[in-house]
């Protein structure tokens, strides 16, 4: 249900940036979806293909760049992708590192033919 | 084959219309907290014990989000504040244009408070911001402990 919802405001982002760009035909539309995102990505492609057909917008593909979880170690400074939900640093041990990334739910580019 | 960077969040749109409520809200000195919990937690029954203490008088009303019923509204309706229910229709969280609407014929000069019961869900009404000025997470103890917390 949450996708469909998500796909749907997806949509409506692109055809806000089409209705810019008249004559245009819009073909991918690439989404960043984070670890933290609450967002499943199958169920997310699922939405937007039932979402999308039977549009003008068809066909239009949706493709997902699945964004792994970022943690900062102030101890150390490294950055570092969290593999399974393992929050310790990597480099120093340190437990208490923050969390500096994959929340995203990001509109990332149109790919677009006259 | 052109590609187009767009750059900009998906809910941007939610965004905006959240932070033109957060004004509003702010223009009349209103307090707004959106109430979050899986369902089943006692949202609505934290809500009914909250407004009996309330004296009468207490400029505070309650918007509450359910996926079908009306029943949480008839529940807090019965304190005697105004308690207006938002049915999403299958929609598993509440987003900032349907706060707005539901705002839109109440008249918020008489308001201190408004609180928002989100519909039972933790992940969904996560992403949405409603233009709160802060958000209440309730845990029911024995079932979400053991799940969340492991």
């Known amino acids: ?114 | 084959m052109d590609r187009i960077p767009i750059e900009k969040k998906v809910l941007s749109e939610n965004d905006r219309i959240a932070g033109r409520l957060r004004e509003r809200l702010r223009e009349h000195g209103i307090l707004c907290v959106n109430l979050i919990s899986s369902p089943g937690s006692g949202k609505t029954s934290l809500l009914e014990r909250t407004l009996e203490r309330f004296p009468k008088g207490t400029r505070v009303a309650v918007l509450t989000g359910d996926i079908q019923t009306d029943n949480d509204a008839r529940r807090l309706a019965r304190f005697g504040f105004p308690a207006k229910q938002i049915t999403t229709g299958g929609t598993c969280h509440l987003d900032a244009l349907r706060v707005e609407r539901a705002l839109a014929d109440w008249p918020l000069e008489n308001l201190d408070l408004l609180i928002i019961e989100n519909v039972g869900n933790l992940i969904c009404p996560s992403s949405y911001d409603l233009g709160e000025a802060a958000k209440i997470v309730m845990l029911r103890q024995t079932a979400e402990v053991s799940i969340y917390f492991r």
């Open chain 1, 1 to 114: 249900m949450h996708e469909l919802g998500i796909a749907s405001a997806i949509l409506d982002a692109v055809r806000g940036e089409a209705q810019k760009r008249p004559g245009v035909h819009v073909t991918k539309v690439g989404v960043r979806i984070g670890a933290l995102s609450g967002v499943e990505p199958e169920a997310l492609s699922f939405g937007f293909s039932v979402l999308v057909q039977g549009t003008d917008l068809e066909p239009l593909a949706l493709v997902i760049e699945p964004v792994p979880r970022r943690q900062r170690c102030p101890a150390c400074n490294l950055t570092f992708e969290v593999a399974e939900e393992n929050l310790a640093c990597p480099r120093c041990g340190s437990g208490e590192t923050l969390l500096v990334g994959g929340e995203e739910l990001d509109l990332a580019y149109l790919e677009v033919e006259d």
